[in-house]
């Protein structure tokens, strides 16, 4: 079964400081990792995703996240933080070898992001 | 660009009455899934179609049901509502055939079962 863990319910961090939103996974096989924003009273808006390659990956608003296979974790960064980024983040697995597509996310993290 | 639309955005029901959910895919999507969030909770994944055909079933309760149209546009049926049915309800769509692994989502739907 694929599952994944966000131990942290809330991050707070000033504008302008860097910040780090934890996400590690569980599944059988190699995964496919997202991450997706929630803004209140919003859909989930899809900010980046590893399938293959290169282990860094870029996103919008400038999100990146890195995939690192032997800790089973893909946490979400972005050098600056800003006021408008503070949000609830999910972290989302799906293992291909299951042939199931559906997304299994975790519990989410809400960011809060002080002026 | 165009997006996943759903609709209503907002509903409320008396419990035991029925509901019908409406999702209208991004424009040549082949797949549309249907997912869940309770308060508070994370999304949970109801059922999925690829090319009108029912492809996953994930935790939907017997008293649901969904079909894929032939115009691509999902609707999510539920009977005997409860209070528990109460969350937002997500569609996502996503072009399986071209290898795109990104579900994009809608707005959501806010039903309340009092």
């Known amino acids: 079964a694929q599952s994944v863990a966000q131990p942290e319910d809330q991050v707070n961090v000033a504008e302008g400081n860097p910040v780090t939103v934890k996400c590690t996974y569980s599944?059988?096989?190699?995964?496919?990792l997202f991450w997706y924003v929630q803004y209140p009273n919003r859909g989930l808006q899809f900010l980046l995703k590893?399938?293959?390659?290169?282990?860094l990956v870029k996103g919008s608003y400038g999100f990146e996240a890195e995939f690192n296979k032997s800790q089973t974790s893909f946490h979400l960064k972005k050098p600056s933080a800003l006021v408008s980024d503070s949000a609830l983040y999910f972290c989302?697995?799906?293992?291909?070898?299951?042939?199931?597509?559906?997304?299994?996310f975790g519990s989410g993290t809400r960011l809060q992001v002080q002026p | 660009a165009a997006g996943v639309i759903q609709s209503p955005r907002h509903l409320i029901k008396e419990k035991r009455e029925t509901a019908t959910l409406k999702c209208y895919p991004i424009?040549?999507?082949?797949?549309v899934y249907w997912y869940q969030q309770g308060p508070g909770q994370d999304p949970q994944f109801l059922i999925s179609?690829?090319?009108?055909?029912?492809?996953d079933k994930g935790s939907i309760p017997d008293r649901f049901s969904a079909q894929q149209f032939s115009d691509y546009h999902s609707e999510l049926n539920m009977s005997s509502l409860e209070l528990g049915d109460s969350a937002l309800y997500f569609c996502?769509?996503?072009?399986?055939?071209?290898?795109?692994?990104?579900?994009?989502f809608g707005p959501g739907t806010r039903l309340l079962v009092l």
């Open positions: 996502a769509s996503s072009l399986v055939l071209a290898g795109e692994e990104t579900q994009y």
């Open positions: 599944v059988s096989g190699n995964p496919y």
């Open positions: 590893y399938i293959t390659g290169d282990n």
């Open positions: 989302a697995v799906r293992d291909p070898d299951t042939g199931r597509r559906a997304l299994t």
């Open positions: 424009p040549r999507h082949d797949t």
């Open positions: 179609f690829y090319e009108k055909m029912q492809s």
